[in-house]
Antibody, heavy 120, light 111 residues
C-alpha cells in the first residue's frame, strides 16, 4: 500500500514561492503518476497538476504560469512550487498517486494534507 | 463555479437510500470520460470510493454504487449509516480545460 506524506512551510508571505515536498513509501515511484491537489478551507478540490517519474508534467491551465512540479526518483519524492502566491492560494495541499489506464485516471492514494497559509 | 455540478447537500435517515448527482457536459462526462467518486470524512483527506464509473476499490462496502449515463453520473448509498456522513466529490476529465476536474462536492448528512 502506497503512503504519501507532505512536508513544507505552513506559512508563506504574499508574492513569495510556496514549496512542498511529498515523500512516497510502500510502492515504486515508477508505478503511477504523482499529483498535487488543493482545497481551500471549507471549499472543494482543485487539481494542480501531475508528474510522471520520467519527468513529463501536466498542469491545470489556470495555474500553469505559476506552477512547477518536479520529481526526485532517488529519494522517492516529488515537489510542488507555486510562485507569486496570494491569499487566494491559502489551502490544504494534498499529494496523491494518480493511476492511469486506457485514458482513465483516478487518485488512488492520498497524503494527509498540509495547510499552507499565505499571510504577511 | 465547478465544471461538474453536484447538489451542495443531501440528507437521509439511517437505513435509507440517497443518491448524489454529478452533471457535466459534452466536453467531459458526455465525451465518454470516466467518472470517479471520492469520500472525504470530516477532517480527513479524500479517499477513492468509486473508480471508472461503477467500480469499488477493495474495502469499500457494496452499499456504495454508482453509474453514468449521457452527461451525468450518480452515486447511490443504500442502508445509510452514521459513518457515511461526509463530503462526496465526483471527478472526470474535461477536454476544453485539458485537465481533470472535480465537482463542487456534496455534503451528506445522516439525520
Amino acid at each position: 500500500q502506497v503512503q504519501l506524506q507532505e512536508s513544507g512551510p505552513g506559512l508563506v508571505k504574499p508574492s513569495e514561492t510556496l514549496s512542498l515536498t511529498c515523500t512516497v513509501s510502500g510502492g515504486s515511484i515508477s508505478s503511477y503518476y504523482w499529483s498535487w491537489i488543493r482545497q481551500p478551507l471549507g471549499k472543494g478540490l482543485e487539481w494542480i497538476g501531475y508528474i510522471y517519474y520520467s519527468g513529463s508534467t501536466n498542469y491545470n491551465p489556470s495555474l500553469k504560469s505559476r506552477v512547477t512540479i518536479s520529481v526526485d526518483t532517488s529519494k522517492k519524492q516529488f515537489s510542488l512550487k507555486l510562485t507569486s502566491v496570494t491569499a487566494a492560494d491559502t489551502a490544504v495541499y494534498y499529494c496523491a498517486s494518480l493511476y492511469c489506464s486506457g485514458g482513465s485516471c483516478y487518485l488512488n492514494y492520498w497524503g494527509q494534507g498540509t495547510l499552507v497559509t499565505v499571510s504577511s | 463555479q465547478s465544471v461538474l455540478t453536484q447538489p451542495p447537500s443531501v440528507s437521509g435517515a439511517p437505513g435509507q437510500r440517497v443518491t448524489i448527482s454529478c452533471t457535466g457536459s459534452s466536453s467531459n462526462i458526455g465525451a465518454d470520460y470516466d467518472v470517479h467518486w471520492y469520500q472525504q470524512l470530516p477532517g480527513t483527506a479524500p479517499k477513492l470510493l468509486i473508480y471508472r464509473n461503477s467500480n469499488r476499490p477493495s474495502g469499500v462496502p457494496d452499499r456504495f454504487s454508482a453509474s453514468k449515463s449521457g452527461t451525468s453520473a450518480s452515486l447511490a448509498i443504500t442502508g445509510l449509516q452514521a459513518e457515511d456522513e461526509a463530503d462526496y466529490y465526483c471527478q472526470s476529465y474535461d477536454t476544453s480545460l485539458s485537465g481533470w476536474v472535480f465537482g463542487g462536492g456534496t455534503r451528506l448528512t445522516v439525520l
